[in-house]
């Protein structure tokens, strides 16, 4: 089983639409999640960090289960922008070996 | 802002050549990180750096790699003779902490070509 898991996407969406990405880890001892967005041949760049009581930044909407082992990262109100890729991080206790997911795909579509 | 930056922004080498990869971190942080990207597959851990010491690797991170702070500034990767696989773009990226609220800047990455 890989270490993070996310949805394989990709997705297409229409402008305006709410859109649900979803994560899972195996490793029980993990201890911080982010998420990252990358853009075609750049850096990861953060979006946002996952807390257990939940996040949100304007459109963006983080939730960490840690009972499930599970992350999401909702988005509201698409931009034709958002269009990337989405990277669920997590970091081992300590945080110096930091796992990325393989990302999903988002296109925002006019 | 502070950023971190990279140099070169790409490299073509020839196989069994080594490379060096220089970074600099963000001036006030203590952790520092590599990473490699091979085109069209996800981002994976290379290597730690706290202290000047390695702090944790992964098992990609074999005897052909190294790092080094050689100064207050810089933070590099060595290649000592590069393979074909090892063509991917490589980023750097530092963190003023480990604790859940630091998180890592990455820099623009050096896309390296071995031939």
């Known amino acids: 089983r890989k270490e993070v898991e996310q949805d394989p996407g990709p997705f297409n969406v229409p402008e305006g639409a709410t859109v649900a990405f979803n994560c899972t880890y195996s490793?029980?001892?993990?201890?911080?999640f982010f998420w990252y967005r990358q853009d075609c041949r750049k850096e990861p760049k953060l979006l946002m960090s996952?807390?257990?009581s939940g996040n949100e930044d304007g459109r963006f909407t983080a939730q960490l289960n840690r009972a499930s082992q599970y992350i999401s990262l909702l988005i509201r109100d698409s931009k034709l922008s958002d269009s990337a890729t989405y990277l669920c991080?997590?970091?081992?206790?300590?945080?110096?070996?930091?796992?990325f997911g393989a990302g999903t795909r988002l296109f925002v579509k006019a | 802002e502070p950023e971190v930056t990279q140099t070169p922004s790409h490299q073509v080498t020839q196989m069994g050549q080594e490379v060096i990869l220089r970074c600099v971190p963000i001036s006030n942080h203590l952790y520092f990180y590599w990473y490699r990207q091979i085109l069209g597959q996800k981002v994976e851990f290379l290597v730690s750096?706290?202290?000047?010491?390695?702090?944790?690797k992964s098992e990609i991170f074999d005897d052909q790699f190294s790092v080094e702070r050689p100064d207050g500034s810089n933070f590099t990767l060595k290649i000592r003779s590069t393979k074909l696989e090892d063509s991917a773009m490589y980023f750097c990226?530092?963190?003023?902490?480990?604790?859940?609220?630091?998180?890592?800047?990455f820099g623009p990455g050096t896309r390296l070509t071995v031939l």
């Open positions: 991080v997590v970091n081992r206790a300590g945080g110096f070996k930091t796992i």
């Open positions: 996952v807390y257990s």
């Open positions: 750096f706290y202290n000047n010491e390695i702090s944790e």
């Open positions: 490793n029980s001892a993990s201890q911080s």
């Open positions: 990226a530092s963190s003023e902490g480990t604790s859940v609220t630091d998180t890592q800047y």
